[in-house]
C-alpha cells in the first residue's frame, strides 16, 4: 500500500466507523499529511520506520511548532500507524519501544470577563429586540439577530461546545424539563439544562418564531437564508456582535464554554457535575478549570477570614 492510499483509505475510515466530527477527522488528516508529505505521496508503507518518526518530529520542532501542535501530531501519526498494524498493513509498529519526551504546556483558559459578558448579552438583546428582565414575546422581530443571541445564551449557561450547538435539533429541545439533549465527542450522549425561565422562554420564542418562518431543515439554529448554521459562521456571527458590542477582545465559542466553566466552578458546583455538562471524558480535563480568577480567590480567602477567626 502507498503512502497516500493508506492515508485517504484511513480518514474514510475514521469518518464512516468511528462515529468522530467532521473537524477530529481533519485533524487526524493534517496530523497522518505530515507523514505522507515527509515520504512521498508514492512511497510504500513499509517506510514508515522508527527514523522516519523521530526525523518527523525534529523537524516539526525545528519548524517553530508549538508543544500542543507536537503533541496533535503525534498522537494523530500514532493512531495512525496502530490502525496499519492492526489491519496487518504494516508488520510491527514503529512507535514500539519509542519514548519522546513532550512537554504538556500548562495553558489556562482564557474566558471572557463578567463585566464583557454582559456587554455582549445586553447588545445581543438589543439587537433581537428582546428585553434581558422580561420573558421574550411569542413572535422575536429580529429572527437573524436572535439566532445569535440564542447560541450565546445557551453557551454561556450550558458551556455546549459550539460543534454540539449548531448540531442541536428541534427534537433534542425538551423546553417542558428545561433541558437539551446532546449529542457530543465519541457519539456520548448528555442532556444539559436551562438553568432560567428566560432562556426557556427565549428558546420558546425562537422555535416559534422558527415555525412562522417555514424553516424546513431539523437543526434548531438558522441563518438569514434559513439555512443551518454552520461552526464557522457561528464564530463569525460572535466575532462581529463582540465588536459592535465594544468588547476589547476577540470573542470565540470557545471562550464562552471556558466563562462558563469557569463561574459554575467559582459558585461553588462540584468538580464532577462540571465534568459531566460539559461533556469531558476525563475529570482531568475539567480539572483545568481550578484556576480560579485571582478575584475569585482574594473573595473566598477574605470570606474564610482565618485569622480573623482565631483573634475573635
Do not use: C
Given at each position: 500500500m502507498l503512502m497516500q492510499d493508506a492515508h485517504t483509505t484511513f480518514v474514510s475510515w475514521l469518518g464512516t466507523?468511528?462515529?468522530?466530527?467532521?473537524?477530529?477527522?481533519?485533524a487526524y488528516s493534517g496530523d497522518v499529511g505530515v507523514l505522507r508529505d515527509y515520504l512521498g505521496r508514492e512511497a510504500p508503507i513499509e517506510l514508515l520506520t522508527r527514523e522516519v518518526i523521530i526525523d518527523v518530529v525534529s523537524s516539526l520542532r525545528e519548524a517553530g511548532a508549538?508543544?500542543?501542535?507536537?503533541?496533535?501530531?503525534?498522537?494523530?501519526?500514532?493512531?495512525?500507524?496502530?490502525?496499519?498494524?492492526?489491519?496487518?498493513?504494516l508488520a510491527t509498529d514503529p512507535w514500539a519501544?519509542?519514548?519522546l519526551k513532550l512537554p504538556l504546556a500548562?495553558?489556562?483558559?482564557?474566558?471572557?470577563p463578567q463585566g464583557e459578558l454582559d456587554l455582549l448579552l445586553r447588545h445581543l438583546c438589543r439587537a433581537a429586540g428582546v428585553s434581558p428582565r422580561q420573558l421574550p414575546a411569542d413572535r422575536l422581530p429580529h429572527a437573524d439577530d436572535?439566532?445569535?443571541?440564542?447560541?450565546?445564551?445557551?453557551?454561556?449557561?450550558?458551556?455546549?461546545?459550539?460543534?454540539?450547538?449548531?448540531?442541536?435539533r428541534c427534537a433534542d429541545m425538551d423546553l417542558a424539563g428545561a433541558s437539551i439533549r446532546v449529542i457530543g465527542k465519541g457519539r456520548r450522549e448528555r442532556s444539559v439544562y436551562l438553568p432560567s425561565d428566560w432562556l426557556v422562554g427565549l428558546c420558546r420564542s425562537y422555535l416559534g418564531t422558527r415555525f412562522e418562518l417555514g424553516v424546513?431543515?431539523?437543526?434548531?439554529?438558522?441563518?438569514?437564508?434559513?439555512?443551518?448554521?454552520?461552526?464557522?459562521?457561528?464564530?463569525?456571527?460572535?466575532?462581529?456582535?463582540?465588536r459592535e458590542a465594544g468588547?476589547?477582545?476577540?470573542?470565540?465559542?470557545?471562550?464562552?464554554?471556558?466563562?462558563?466553566?469557569?463561574?459554575?466552578?467559582?459558585?461553588?458546583?462540584?468538580?464532577?457535575?462540571?465534568?459531566r455538562l460539559l461533556g469531558h471524558a476525563s475529570i482531568t480535563t475539567t480539572e483545568i478549570y481550578t484556576?480560579?480568577?485571582?478575584?475569585?480567590?482574594r473573595n473566598v480567602v477574605a470570606n474564610a477570614n482565618v485569622l480573623g477567626a482565631l483573634m475573635r
Open positions: 466507523t468511528r462515529g468522530l466530527s467532521s473537524h477530529t477527522v481533519r508549538s508543544d500542543n501542535s507536537v503533541r496533535r501530531r503525534v498522537a494523530g501519526m500514532r493512531r495512525f500507524t496502530q490502525w496499519l498494524v492492526a489491519g496487518e498493513h519501544g519509542l519514548a500548562k495553558t489556562l483558559p482564557r474566558a471572557v436572535a439566532t445569535t443571541l440564542v447560541a450565546v445564551a445557551v453557551i454561556v449557561a450550558t458551556g455546549l461546545r459550539v460543534s454540539e450547538l449548531v448540531s442541536v424546513d431543515h431539523a437543526f434548531l439554529l438558522f441563518n438569514r437564508g434559513l439555512r443551518p448554521v454552520t461552526p464557522p459562521a457561528m464564530r463569525g456571527r460572535l466575532a462581529k456582535a463582540g468588547l476589547q477582545r476577540h470573542v470565540t465559542p470557545h471562550m464562552l464554554r471556558h466563562s462558563a466553566a469557569t463561574q459554575l466552578l467559582e459558585a461553588g458546583v462540584d468538580i464532577r457535575y462540571v465534568q484556576h480560579v480568577s485571582d478575584k475569585a480567590l
